[in-house]
């Protein structure tokens, strides 16, 4: 399958491992993966502050960069949430309306595509480490996505997984959020990560980048020894 | 900054960092997610009862005028007082006037919200009522002179030393540890309170147009004294209180317990019809329900966010909302807390004053997923942004949203100006943390990620360059 990769734009500024990662992971499996350079952001920043125009502008040059793609895959629960769910909100009643519903049908979050796209949950990794996994609020709300970065942590060799009490509950980082109500953004932070703590992992594992953001933050301003990984890196740990 | 919004900012401060009473909640809140999901397994199908609340409640949204009418003729012919009142001074006024009118001297009130909404024992008292509210949580929040913390367990900020020192203060009681020793104590007095009022009023959490009713559901049977020993009952509902028929309160009745406070049911349920009827040997003389709009009408003409007038006030939004459970509930410097508050307070009481309500989430969803009546919560803190950014957009975030908007819309500049935030990186370092780090509202509490040397665009093009 030729697949066309979405990078998040925090992704691709901090985080090009975890873009490296789902390549190597998906030409693993055999398949061949392109990689649109026009893109830029999916527009959520101006989306969740209620500038629709501005998110609108930013939103159509991802639309352009994918129009040929048969599939498009993503390492992050809230981007792809935001073409997928938000896409069609945004552009309701616009002249682009069909082309954001076209992408938001081809779009999947990485683990999703994995297990319910390619029916694939032994990726053949090996992780030798205790993790525990933090389901990010898009992935699992607004995609449902729940069993599958399980599924395929559970094949991990040399994996042990352990659920913390507060695996669903929101770190905290909501975007722009996480500054305007920093503090609140930050108690929240602190729950999760006492949460994470407590499971006695030596690192947190999430399919969202941006919630690891936010964690990592904490816990290595607290010079905390837990690691945190996105999936991806995981996945292709050999 | 408008007042409202200033006073968040400085209240969720104030309470997120008070670690002890974070953890008080979040204790409180634990027991009642084990009850709560112990009886949604009792449901045959959980989620196919929340459709069918949903739908019913959208029905009866749908078709206020109708059903409105229908109850008012039912609960008319059987001789109560029916009063409609556009807002809240109307609402008001008219209690005033019927308490006037009679010569109460003095009012027992069973739990209602919308009592707080229109700041009613303000009222009352400012006109020389005595008002003494008859639910154990309200009784000592008022003993307190707070509002309510929250819409269904007023007091669960409190310990019951807190409650133990208030009653030696106001009522002169014992210390004691014990909750029902506590309950006791209040109990006495409100015995007396009883006896003594000549007008009682109540809340209300459904009313049937079909039979003309109103439910109430409580579990200390104050409501049942409040409504039944007093001479004259006043039931204060909000417009969107309907439901078409009796039946539909099989499904709510529970589903409200469940949800509200972990319960199978409530331990009392009663539906009242009118004031005492020829022949009957009690109850009150006079039955006066107030239909309160306050707004209610305005949120029904947005089509996008009318099913949030389906809300049941159950409280279970509130009790898995990560703010809420962080800032509690005093923060949010209105009636109505939670998700449920921010989503209808900016149309109850104006955008513009309350839109940092709608701002102040990270949009998780635990709300939605959580509401028995599947209102669609943290879409709607969407779309309150949206209407807010357009009404009245903030000067600051219009520049620099457009000025994103320009940088993403040019992939081009989008990576130049990645590569200047990279020349200028290592300068926030040197005042990392302190006042004049730009960054200071993410850096206080967490490390900042440092930017790649190179961006995985870069990277790609050096590594799969012209192949596409």
């Known amino acids: 399958m030729r697949i066309s990769l979405f990078v998040p734009c925090f992704v691709d500024q901090l985080y ?45 040059v991802t639309m352009k960069a994918f129009r040929d793609a048969d599939v498009v895959v993503g390492p992050s629960g809230s981007c792809v949430t935001m073409i997928k769910v938000f896409y069609p909100d945004l552009f309701k ?73 507060e695996a669903e509950t929101c770190c905290g980082f909501g975007g722009t ?44 301003k607290e010079k905390s020894t837990v690691r945190s990984l996105h999936l991806a890196e995981i996945l292709a740990s050999k | 900054m408008a007042t409202q919004a200033a006073d968040f900012q400085t209240l969720s401060r ?14 409180a809140l634990g027991g009642y997610y084990n009850k709560r999901d112990e009886n949604k397994a009792n449901f045959q199908d959980w989620q196919g009862a929340r459709d069918l609340a949903a739908e019913t409640k959208y029905e009866a949204v749908n078709n206020l005028d109708t059903y409105l009418l229908e109850f008012e003729e ?93 009653f ?67 039931a204060l509902l909000g417009i969107e209180k309907i439901l078409p028929k009796l039946e539909d309160l099989s499904l709510f009745l529970p589903m409200l317990a469940t949800a509200g406070a972990g319960q199978t049911m409530t331990c009392y349920n009663t539906m009242y019809a009118g004031p005492r009827q020829p022949g009957e040997p009690d109850g009150p003389e006079q039955m006066h329900v107030v239909l309160l709009d306050n707004r209610r009408t305005e949120l029904l003409a947005d089509a996008e966010q009318r099913d949030a007038l389906g809300c049941i006030r159950c409280g279970a939004c509130l009790n898995v909302c990560p703010i809420f459970k962080n800032v509690g509930g005093y923060s949010y410097g209105t009636t109505y807390g939670g998700p449920i508050g921010s989503v209808i307070t900016p149309h109850l009481r ?16 635990a709300c939605t997923e959580a509401c028995p009546v599947k209102i669609d919560l943290h879409h709607h803190l969407l779309q309150n942004r949206r209407n807010g950014a357009q009404s009245s957009p903030n000067p600051f975030e219009k520049i620099s949203f457009g000025g994103f908007s320009l940088m993403m819309g040019r992939p081009t500049l989008y990576r130049f100006a990645a590569g200047l935030g990279r020349i200028f990186q290592p300068l926030q370092g040197l005042v990392n943390g302190t006042i004049l780090d730009p960054l200071r509202a993410w850096t206080g509490s967490r490390k900042f990620p440092t930017l790649s040397s190179t961006s995985f665009h870069d990277q790609w093009k050096k590594e799969r360059g012209g192949r596409r």
């Open chain 1, 16 to 60: 090009p491992n975890v873009a490296w990662s789902v390549v190597r992971v998906l030409e693993g499996l055999g398949h061949e993966v392109v990689f649109p350079e026009g893109q830029s952001c999916c527009g959520q920043p101006p989306f969740n502050s209620g500038y629709w125009d501005e998110a609108r502008s930013s939103a159509r």
């Open chain 1, 93 to 165: 009643g616009e002249d682009d309306e069909l082309e954001a519903r076209e992408l938001a049908a081809k779009t999947h979050e990485f683990s999703s595509f994995l297990v319910n796209v390619l029916g694939v949950t032994d990726v053949g990794a090996k992780f030798d480490g205790k993790v525990t996994f933090h389901d990010g609020c898009h992935g699992l709300r607004e995609l449902g996505i729940k069993s599958e970065p399980r599924a395929l942590l559970a094949n991990v060799q040399g994996l042990e997984l352990v659920e913390m009490s």
């Open chain 1, 177 to 220: 959020f996480a500054v305007k109500y920093a503090p609140i953004s930050t108690a929240m932070d602190e729950v999760k990560c006492a949460s994470i703590l407590s499971t006695g992992a030596d690192t947190v594992v999430s399919n969202d980048s941006s919630c690891l953001m936010q964690i990592r933050g904490m816990l290595e």
């Open chain 2, 14 to 27: 104030r309470y997120t960092a008070d670690k002890p009473f974070r953890a008080f909640i979040q204790k």
């Open chain 2, 74 to 166: 039912k609960i008319v012919a059987r001789g109560a007082k029916v009063f409609w009142a556009p807002n809240a001074d109307a609402a008001r006024d008219y209690i005033l006037k019927v308490a006037k009118e009679n010569n109460v001297r003095s009012i027992i009130k069973s739990k209602t919200m919308t009592s707080e909404e229109i700041h009613l024992n303000d009222a009352l008292e400012k006109e020389g009522f005595g008002v003494f509210e008859s639910d154990l949580g309200e009784y000592i929040v008022q003993l307190r002179k707070e509002a309510p913390f929250h819409l269904v367990f007023p007091a669960m900020h409190l310990t019951r030393g807190q409650i133990s020192d208030l």
């Open chain 2, 168 to 234: 030696q203060k106001e009522l002169g009681s014992p210390a004691t540890d014990e909750p029902e020793e506590l309950t006791m104590i209040a109990r006495e007095v409100m015995r007396r309170k009883y006896c003594e009022a000549d007008m009682g009023i109540s809340g209300t959490n459904f009313a049937v147009a079909e039979t003309g009713m109103i439910s109430i559901t409580e579990n200390e049977g104050n409501a049942r004294l409040t409504t039944s020993l007093p001479k004259i009952h006043v």
């Open chain 2, 350 to 365: 104006g955008l513009k004053d309350w839109k940092h309500l709608s701002a102040a989430s990270s949009l998780c969803g």
